[in-house]
Nanobody, 122 residues
Framework: QVQLVESGGGLVQAGGSLRLSCAASGRVFSNTVIGWFRQAPRKERDFIAFIRWSGSRTYTPDSMKGRFTISRDAAKNTVYLQMNSLKPEDTAVYYC???????????????WGQGTQVTVSS
């Protein structure tokens, strides 16, 4: 079992920044992959980025690259998502998830946090 707790969401004006945190506990190993996703109302849950727990590999698709950066602090057992130049269309619930596959598909992740709301005002 892996437990994930997201935090750091909130209300921010367009152009602002937020850093989301995903605290992980339980059976987290060096080959665990942590992914960030988001889901806006009435839309699919979209992939943002993933990182291997060891930090040896990260991936952010071109559509997210430039404004979203994933990182981790091993000492704090936490993965971060730095979000810059936020836009109203970034408004969504943001989730972190854990799996064992380098994947952008939500079905490849076995454990999910409860999500944290990000609202970007115009």
């Amino acid at each position: 079992q892996v437990q994930l707790v997201e935090s750091g969401g909130g209300l921010v004006q367009a152009g602002g920044s937020l850093r989301l945190s995903c605290a992980a506990s339980g059976r987290v190993f060096s080959n665990t992959v942590i992914g960030w996703f988001r889901q806006a109302p009435r839309k699919e849950r979209d992939f943002i980025a993933f990182i291997r727990w060891s930090g040896s590999r990260t991936y952010t698709p071109d559509s997210m690259k430039g404004r979203f950066t994933i990182s981790r602090d091993a000492a704090k057992n936490t993965v971060y998502l730095q979000m810059n130049s936020l836009k109203p269309e970034d408004t969504a619930v943001y989730y972190c998830a854990a799996g064992l596959t380098y994947s952008s598909r939500r079905t490849d992740y076995d454990y999910w946090g409860q999500g944290t709301q990000v609202t970007v005002s115009s």
